[in-house]
């Protein structure tokens, strides 16, 4: 161990370095590592003016609590220590998944033989300094480090961020998306109390005149029975409109509106339809926001396999894993050539309304061998 003599001309003179700026208005923290209290200020003093968090050990033992309780953006570590050396509290440190690749620049008072060089690097050391020591070099060298940590910080708060901003937009999506749907409700509720009762009650009016008229003329009577025909189709229409906007049966939970939309679907394509789920699955603590963008899903899909599909069979799966309720829709039709080239305006809306709620959508498809459409939505 060099004597606290040799310890003060242990650095040539030079000129000060500027300080560094910290994304973030924290300084970065460093880390002397040496048993001789001398050296340890002789080095503080050299990096004084450079606007960091320095830390000094006295042991390799002490080091690595340190490391325990913080990061550092570089280590200056002495190579000989007693007890444990500075190779063995590099490899220590080093061992350490969150120090694997804290930076370690070894430094000594006594010149060494190119083994004990080589044994630094191979224990992970960026550097080796020997003395005499130039402090501008020293600065330099720490500096690097220093800037890298700062990098990485910066790109951490970036990622930070940008997290932040897209769980903002998620959240916003989900707001208007909400708003979309309680608008569709009000509007299908006007339309259902207004115009739907409205034709109705005209349809009953006509209906009485239809069949208390049977001595007016033949063509007036046809008239009558055309213009009944008319309401009927006005308000089929209604109601189409009505379960476009808002099934009625969505209200009466995701299982009565699920079977409900498979056996709309039998009927109108002829497919064959069936699901699969157990009865406490459609009640796992689904509130109304994720059982409508399941249903929403659910029908842009089906209406998907209607017009491009081909498909003679329909399989629907709901299911429960861990805190995620999964529908898989399943169908036997003519697949997709690419599916990360398909971009159609279906798909990207069931895209976003997956992503407003945190969850996970996965589109699995071969030419010729069907579509199997994955949506897994967090119930927390």
């Not at 048993?35 to 690595?64: F, H, R, Y």
């Not at 044994?119 to 050391?125: D, F, L, P, V």
């Amino acid at each position: 161990m060099a004597t606290q003599r040799q310890d003060v001309h242990l650095f040539k003179q030079g000129i000060p370095s500027g300080q560094l700026a910290p994304p973030d208005g924290v300084p970065a923290p460093v880390l002397l590592v040496d048993d001789n209290p001398a050296k340890l200020a002789a080095l503080a003093t050299v990096i004084d003016d450079m606007g960091l968090d320095v830390a000094t050990a006295t042991s390799g033992c002490e080091a690595l609590r340190l490391l325990l309780q913080r990061d550092f953006a570089v280590i200056l570590l002495d190579v000989k220590m007693p007890e444990m050396d500075g190779f063995e509290t590099a490899a220590l440190i080093h061992g350490r998944p969150k120090s694997a690749h804290t930076p370690i620049i070894f430094v000594t008072a006594e010149a060494s033989t190119d083994s004990e060089s080589i044994r630094g690097y191979t224990s992970g050391a960026v550097d080796y300094i020997f003395s005499p020591i130039v402090p501008e070099v020293l600065r330099a060298k720490i500096r690097v480090f220093v800037d890298l940590f700062y990098l990485q910080r910066t790109l951490t708060l970036q990622a930070e961020e940008l997290q932040k901003s897209k769980r903002l937009l998620r959240e916003l999506a989900s707001y208007q998306e909400q708003i979309k749907e309680e608008e569709r409700k009000r509007i299908a509720r006007e339309i259902h109390d207004q115009l739907g009762q409205s034709l109705l009650a005209l349809r009953i009016d006509i209906s009485m005149l239809y069949e208390s008229t049977s001595t007016v003329p033949p063509e007036l009577n046809k008239k009558m029975g055309d213009v009944l025909n008319h309401i009927d189709t006005a308000i089929r229409s209604v109601r189409g409109i009505i379960n476009d906007l808002r099934p009625p049966v969505l209200d009466l939970g995701l299982q009565a509106a699920i079977e409900w939309q498979l056996e709309e679907f039998r009927q109108r394509t002829g497919i064959v339809c069936s699901i699969r789920a157990k009865e406490e699955d459609f009640h796992c603590d689904l509130d109304d926001k994720r059982a409508t963008t399941l249903f929403r899903i659910l029908q842009e899909s089906l209406s998907n396999i209607t017009r491009h599909a081909q498909a003679t069979r329909v399989d629907i799966e709901l299911y429960r894993v861990g805190r995620q309720l999964r529908l898989q829709i399943k169908d036997n039709g003519v697949g997709m050539k690419d599916v990360k080239k398909t971009s159609s305006f279906g798909l990207v809306g069931m895209k976003e309304r997956v992503s407003t709620l945190g969850g996970e959508f996965n589109i699995d498809s071969v030419p010729g061998r069907g579509t199997i459409l994955t949506i897994a939505i967090p119930l927390d």
